[in-house]
């Protein structure tokens, strides 16, 4: 019986610093997540040392989106 899978995402997801992660892409591309706004504030994060970034949520939902 074949393989029923016909596609594994091959991701790597590198931590930075605090909320900040780099995600390393197939195609050679690489992503920075973090938070921003409101989602800072609810976790307690400065933005005055860690660099506002979209989260992975604001990435999922325009994935949907799309």
């Given at each position: ?15 930075v610093r605090g909320p900040v992660r780099r995600a390393h892409l197939p ?40």
């Open positions: 019986m074949p393989d029923p899978v016909v596609y594994r995402s091959k991701i790597r997801i590198e931590r195609m050679g591309e690489t992503v920075i997540f973090g938070v921003h706004d409101e989602v800072a504030q609810h976790y307690g994060t400065d933005l005055n040392i860690h660099q506002p970034h979209s989260t992975t949520l604001d990435y999922l939902v325009a994935a949907t989106a799309g």
